[in-house]
């Protein structure tokens, strides 16, 4: 089963970024979509964005579009997420994992093989 280890969170002021890794272990990623989740203090886990096993299909929630970007290199095993004009409401810990079912990029599904995730934390 599929591990995953993120990393590359961090405390930046708001309008900064930052770029997320999402590295895999126990099998390669090619054959599956993966996403990257969220969870603030106090609210349940949510989609973030999805990317399918070779990229050519993405997807992100409304309130990052514009200023998200996800991208994949199975090379290296391994999944990012740029975050550019980063806002308050985006502190979380970031997850990533397979995804296994969606409707909607917020509501996905996934294995529910969760890593440590990585904080992240937008504040002045």
């Known amino acids: 089963q599929l591990q995953f280890v993120e990393s590359g969170g961090g405390l930046v002021q708001p309008g900064g970024s930052l770029r997320l890794s999402c590295t895999a272990s126990?099998?390669?990623?090619?054959?599956?979509?993966i996403g990257w989740f969220r969870q603030a203090p106090g609210k349940e886990r949510e989609g973030v964005s999805v990317?399918?096993?070779?990229?050519?299909?993405?997807n992100y929630v409304d309130s990052v579009k514009g200023r998200f970007t996800i991208s994949r290199d199975n090379a290296k095993n391994t999944v990012y997420l740029q975050m550019n004009s980063l806002k308050p409401e985006d502190t979380a810990v970031y997850y990533c994992d397979v995804v296994t079912s969606i409707t909607t990029v917020q509501a996905m599904r996934s294995s529910g093989s969760w890593g440590q995730g990585t904080q992240v934390t937008v504040s002045s």
């Open positions: 990317i399918s096993s070779r990229g050519g299909s993405i």
């Open positions: 126990g099998g390669t990623l090619d054959n599956y979509a």
